[in-house]
Structure formats: structure tokens, C-alpha cells
């Protein structure tokens, strides 16, 4: 049995890994400057790895300049080459409004699981 530090390590690894791949397809011109990333569906299904870990490897290459999420919209490559980096401010705006967008469904599943919880308690209760 692997203990939660040792899963949240190999978590950690994965999304670098995932990272580290699309990095060398952005720096070697597979992945062009204004280019869509695929969802975190499809890069979780094409790397074998879990929804959040994608996401985090996305979030790494925002953190080195080398994406930008557009909420609602997916990560684009930026182009470093004509233009300066997105402004720090636009960053934080853009993962602002994702991190709100995460929380709304964070929610929804929270709530239909307090629901679950209630009724599998009631059951129990009655008998």
C-alpha cells in the first residue's frame, strides 16, 4: 500500500513529466506561438495521468512564461518573440477566474455529496 506522501510525490513527477513533453514541443516548434493546448481531458487521457495532474503541468509552463490560460477558453503557447509576456496582473486576472470557475464545481460536487451523506444516513438510521 503506497502512503499519501509517496502518491502526492508521483503526482508531482507526473505533471513535470507532462510538462517537460509539451515544453520540448513548444520550444521545438511543434506547438507554434498562439497554438491551443489540447483540454486536460485529452492531455490526461494522451499522458495516462489524472485530470488535476495535467492541469497542474499546465499551470508550471504558465508559471515559466510559456502558456497562457484563458478561462473558459484553454491554454494557449505564447509568443515570446514578438511580444512581451502577458502582464502580471492579466495573469493573475485570467487564474483568478479560473481558480472561481474550479470552486463553482468543487461545490456542485461538495453539495451532491453532502446529499449522498444525508441520505445513506437516513437509511442507516431506519434500520
Known sequence: MRDEAGADEQKVHASRRVAAVLRADIEGGKLRAGARLPSY??????????????QAAVRLLQSEGLVT?????GA?????????LASTSQQLRDEL??????LKEVRKTLAATEETVSGLLDRLMQD
Open 41 to 54: 481531458r485529452a492531455l490526461a487521457d494522451q499522458y495516462g495521468v489524472a485530470h488535476n495532474t495535467a
Open 76 to 84: 494557449y503557447v505564447i509568443d515570446r518573440t514578438d511580444a512581451p
Open 97 to 102: 477566474a479560473e481558480v472561481r470557475d474550479q
Open 69 to 73: 490560460i484563458r478561462p473558459a477558453s
